[in-house]
């Protein structure tokens, strides 16, 4: 009998399927499929072996005390304050991929160029989590420099492929880390951990436009030198 735990896939299927998801169905993930995927993350390799990685994951009424608590933050005009730094300005070619994937996802969803409230309205989902049924906030320890959230950021691609190989579909969320005050007051996690993203996942809803979008990569030849 298969079980929600029990993995088929294998690696590069897992790596080719996997995408980020931006509709979920209201059901949530079973706790043996959710706790398997935690469990293979948790063998992500990291730095002298430190696992700087923290996460809370929020289901249930957690869940939805910390998302509508954010949108109303966000559709109040308080845009939020970042445990850590980002780029506020890509220039290049990678300003060029990040202007290519918002269109890309616009075209998806059926927004037009000058249609403000569309994409103003395309931004709010974030803050509607998708409708995911599970929310985890990745943390590590504030005073962490960028070397150590190379780590997490390892442990965040294997739990999204443990998750894809397992039938669950997940968005990673820079926009979780506007407002990192909401989570750790639910949670009354330490100050001293700042929150890095958030991972959405649950299933799939395939009749999501959104969902038709399908990201394309530069060729790796564009980003990886050889040497011999
Ligand atoms: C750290 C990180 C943060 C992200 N933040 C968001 C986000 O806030 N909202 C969103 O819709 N997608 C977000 N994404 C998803 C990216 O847009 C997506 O990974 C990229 O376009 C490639 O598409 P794919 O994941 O479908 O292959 C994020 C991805 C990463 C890795």
Known sequence: ??????ISMNLEQAIRIRRSVRGFLD????????????????????NSNVQPWQVFVASGESRNIIQKKMYELITGGDLGSPDFDYPMKFEGNYR???????????????????????????????FEF?????????????????????????????LMLAFTALGVSSCPMGAMRNHPQVPREVFGFEDNLGVLFGIAFGYEDTGIPANKTRMGRVPYTECVRFMN
């Not at 075209?107 to 709010?124: C, P, S, V, W």
């Open 27 to 46: 059901k949530p993930v079973p706790d043996a499929t959710i706790n398997k995927a935690f469990e293979l993350a948790q063998l992500s390799p990291s």
């Open 96 to 126: 060029k991929r990040q202007v290519e994937c918002a269109a890309a996802l616009y075209q998806e969803m059926g927004i037009a160029r000058d249609d403000q409230l569309g994409r103003m309205n395309a931004i709010l989902r974030n």
């Open 130 to 158: 998708f409708d995911a049924p599970h929310m985890a906030f990745v943390c590590m320890e504030k005073e962490f420099p960028q070397s150590v959230a190379v780590d997490v950021g390892m442990y965040a691609q294997t």
């Open 1 to 6: 009998m298969k079980h929600s735990q029990d």
